[in-house]
């Protein structure tokens, strides 16, 4: 899992996808993933990608943020140039033994 790092909002938002509980991009100059926790309830919005390279699952990981609400995190990542990405988001709910939100759909993003 990596934990994302302090950011401003992304420059490219053609990649995002907004549930109300966190909104997630994906800037592919840099293959840069930015997360905004949207809720101000001690939750830490998470997305799980998925990179395929010739039509096979090639690596998987998972990037949170944890700097909490209004707050833009950034995980700077580097997948080969050709390769599919997928990416869904969800929350843990650090309040109530780490339960999760209900994931949003996948959304290919590369």
């Known amino acids: 899992m990596d934990y994302a790092e302090a950011s401003g909002a992304p420059s490219d938002t053609s990649h995002c996808v907004t549930q109300y509980w966190a909104k997630t991009c994906y800037v592919a ?3 840069k993933w930015y997360i905004l926790d949207r809720m101000d309830d001690g939750g830490r919005p998470f997305i799980r990608w998925e990179n395929y390279k010739d039509g096979a699952l090639y690596r998987t990981g998972i990037c949170s943020n944890r700097l909490g609400f209004n707050h833009w995190a950034v995980c700077n990542k580097d997948y080969y140039e050709s390769s599919i990405l997928w990416v869904r988001q969800n929350v ?8 999760m939100y209900d994931w949003s759909d996948w959304f290919k993003v590369q």
Do not use: L, M
């Open 29 to 31: 100059a840099g293959d």
């Open 92 to 99: 843990w709910k650090i309040s109530t033994n780490n339960e």
